[in-house]
């Protein structure tokens, strides 16, 4: 009986701190494609103003690929241009995945933002889309 109440006090022990730990996410590396002449251009006090594009990732469920907008030097929108949209459930997943990280991502200002749960590979590829772009402002 003892025996039994330590391995299951153990197993939970154990569950309850996998449970807790955050994942690990790769940093981004991306080069931005050079500004055309005329286009917008950064300089030391920020990016600047106007509209940058990320990269279209792809994912296990489809692609996500969205578009910035900074003013100011501070991120002001998030306009997904692409999402998983193949079945019923994609869509359904992304209605309610895009716009909670889109709110986070402008409280936050950048890519550092956390998974929404049961969409891993939607917001992985959003975070990822959305690094890139800000690399592209920040030039």
């Known amino acids: 009986m003892r025996r039994m109440l330590i391995t299951t006090g153990a197993t939970l022990a154990g569950v309850t701190l996998l449970l807790a730990a955050k994942?690990?996410?790769a940093a981004v590396l991306a080069t931005p494609p050079p500004a055309p002449e005329g286009g917008p251009t950064?300089?030391?006090a920020g990016p600047a103003d106007g509209a940058y594009r990320g990269d279209s990732v792809e994912t296990k469920y489809g692609p996500v690929q969205v578009e910035i907008t900074m003013a100011g030097g501070r991120l002001t929108a998030v306009r997904v241009l692409k999402s998983p949209s193949?079945?019923?459930?994609d869509r359904e997943i992304a209605a309610m995945s895009l716009p909670r990280l889109t709110r986070e991502a402008l409280a936050a200002g950048n890519a550092h933002i956390d998974a929404v749960s049961g969409a891993s590979y939607t917001s992985d590829g959003y975070i990822t889309s959305l690094q890139s772009a800000l690399d592209r402002a920040h030039g």
């Not at 193949?86 to 459930?89: Q, Y």
């Open 23 to 25: 994942p690990h996410r």
């Open 86 to 89: 193949e079945s019923g459930r």
């Open 42 to 44: 950064t300089s030391a």
